[in-house]
């Protein structure tokens, strides 16, 4: 069996309970269920909140530079800190989180996420404890904002005919068809239900085994190559609000390698409004 492109990106959860309590280690809980983290987490770990914390609370957005050192800033991130996500919902909003550190220049080498995260974690009946840590504030710096891991609507109306381009919707299919605007009890959503004319339908959640863990590296191969999502092309993976298609967006970058792949997080709630914007519904009509 072939090994991910980069498989230093993932630790075990033995390693993580190996781990936890050394120095230059941060373990960083993130979750879909903003709960989850106080009713038991990782010894050590910090939680952040997705919805107050990886987003500007006015403008819509992701944090600011000077916001986003702030927070690493506030639990103790050094700009040589491994820093390891975990979460639930298959490590969902880790990707997520994930992503923006790597947005903001964290050394690659030291961005990883646990492989199963919270959901292993809990099956394997490790400890869990409810008592938060605190640590010294620290004086990281963030880099300059790496818009190669980033895309915005201009990139994607630039690009919606050209063949060198993979664009990877990853919600459900329900959605992509038009058939629903966003999953039951979203709040973020849209004028219009639909996709991006020429996107394919790949559900992030493909990517992963019952037990959390990411697929292995034939099984995403077969998966993203099997629907056309072709190495060597730019490739853009949206979704609602940035969040799941940051979790492919891992798997493409980091798991399969893929040399060039943004996250577009801006996705449906922006592309579904914008006015002028051509869509497809269903088996792919423009509108």
């Excluded at 991910?4 to 990106?9: F, G, N, R, S």
């Excluded at 190996?18 to 120095?23: A, F, I, L, V």
């Excluded at 996500?85 to 990883?112: I, T």
Aim: charged content about 30%; some cysteine; glycine content about 8%.
């Amino acid at each position: 069996m072939s090994e991910y492109a980069h498989p230093e990106v993932l630790v075990s959860t033995e390693w993580a309970d190996k781990h936890k309590d050394d120095e230059n280690v941060r373990l960083v809980e993130v979750d879909v269920d903003t709960s989850a983290y106080d009713e038991g987490h990782i010894e050590g770990a910090v939680g952040l909140n997705w919805e107050t914390q990886l987003n500007d609370q006015v403008r819509r957005d992701i944090l600011t530079k000077e916001q986003f050192e702030e927070l690493a800033q506030d639990i103790g991130i050094t700009n040589d800190t491994t820093v390891v996500f975990y979460g639930d919902n298959n490590n969902w909003f880790a990707a997520y989180a994930l992503w923006q550190f790597r947005y903001y220049g964290h050394d690659e080498d030291k961005l990883k996420i646990i492989n199963g995260g919270r959901k292993k974690w809990i099956q394997e009946d490790r400890e869990l404890t409810t008592e938060e840590p605190s640590y010294p504030n620290t004086d990281y710096e963030a880099s300059f904002p790496d818009d190669n891991v980033r895309a915005y609507k201009d990139l994607i109306l630039d690009n919606l005919e050209n063949e060198r381009f993979n664009l990877v919707d990853v919600r459900s299919p329900a959605e992509f068809t038009g058939e629903v605007i966003a999953p039951a009890g979203m709040s973020e959503t849209a004028q219009r239900g639909g996709h991006i004319p020429g996107a394919v339908d790949i559900p992030w959640a493909s990517a992963v085994n019952d037990d959390g863990t990411f697929k292995s590296y034939e099984e995403l191969k077969e998966i993203y190559e099997g629907a056309g999502v072709e190495d060597g092309k730019e490739t853009v993976a949206y979704c609602r609000i940035g969040e799941r298609s940051s979790h492919t967006w891992f798997v493409l970058k980091y798991l399969l390698g893929y040399e060039k792949v943004r996250n577009y997080d801006g996705s449906w709630t922006e592309w579904g409004n914008l006015v002028g914007a051509p869509i497809e519904q269903g088996d792919g009509q423009a509108a």
